[in-house]
């Protein structure tokens, strides 16, 4: 069984019924299917913001949570007070065991140059990994036309990483769609975003574009990264593709 309530064969059917869907209605389905067992996790990006107005609207009391890795921009932290103020949802902050002090002291240093994908494991994955203990399913903000990961995931899939189901609502989604819902909704975002910022992590590995640069080259760069490891599709039985 790919969920306590959905096999493989159910989860890729739903996939195939809801692709071309609206994202407010992938989340109903969602909500139906698996709340209150259904959280969701947020950068705080552009596009994770539309979810969370969606989800006002729909059902405020999913669970959202933060990864707060110490290393994200002030401006990140800042925004998660004023979705607080709009929508009276409080974003949960999901932190690592060790303050940033302490895991740099720990590793006689930060590890983000040399060790991101370590840094990335430690400060990220471990603590969603113990984030989504007792739930069924999560909700990403990732779209396909984002990366070639991305690219292949499905609207609904079993999540192999994390032993659940994850529904990625805005998957179909293109940034010019993001935007202009933003826009329409007055939808809180990182003005990080009007700095040339169009992904937004941790503040040492993220960095501005230029013009005719993708829009996630400023995401570690000068080196072949683009994940933090999160979105990366694991099968059971096999690796990350």
């Known amino acids: 069984m790919a969920s306590q309530t959905y096999s493989a064969e159910e989860i890729a ?56 890795t110490g290393y994200q921009f002030a401006q990140t932290l800042e925004l998660r007070e004023r979705i607080k103020e709009r929508y009276g949802i409080e974003v949960e902050y999901v932190r690592p065991e060790l303050t940033v002090a302490e895991y740099e002291a720990e590793h006689g240093g930060p590890l983000y140059n040399l060790y991101s994908d370590q840094c ?4 990220k ?8 203990v ?8 990732i779209r396909r036309d984002q ?34 819902f933003i826009h329409k909704h007055s939808v809180p975002y990182n003005p990080l975003h009007d700095e040339g910022y169009p992904s937004v992590g941790c503040w040492p590995c993220t960095r501005p574009i230029s013009d005719g640069e993708d829009d996630r080259a400023g995401r570690w760069s000068g080196t072949v990264k683009k994940e933090c490891g999160l979105h990366v599709i694991e099968h059971e039985g096999g690796s990350g593709i």
């Open 13 to 68: 059917a739903a996939s195939r019924e809801l692709d071309g869907s609206s994202p407010q209605d992938i989340l109903r389905w969602a909500v139906r299917q698996f709340h209150p067992r259904l959280t969701m996790a947020t950068a705080f990006g552009a596009e994770g913001c539309c979810l969370i107005h969606m989800l006002a609207e729909i059902e405020p009391a999913v669970r959202i949570f933060n990864l707060e």
């Open 120 to 123: 990335c494991h430690d400060r």
């Open 125 to 132: 994955m471990v603590p969603l990994r113990q984030a989504v």
């Open 134 to 141: 007792g739930y069924d399913a999560w909700i990403s903000a």
């Open 147 to 180: 990366t070639s990961h991305r690219a292949a995931a499905g609207v609904v899939q079993w999540d192999a990483k994390f032993s659940l189901v994850k529904v990625n609502p805005l998957l179909s989604w293109t940034k010019r769609e993001v935007w202009g």
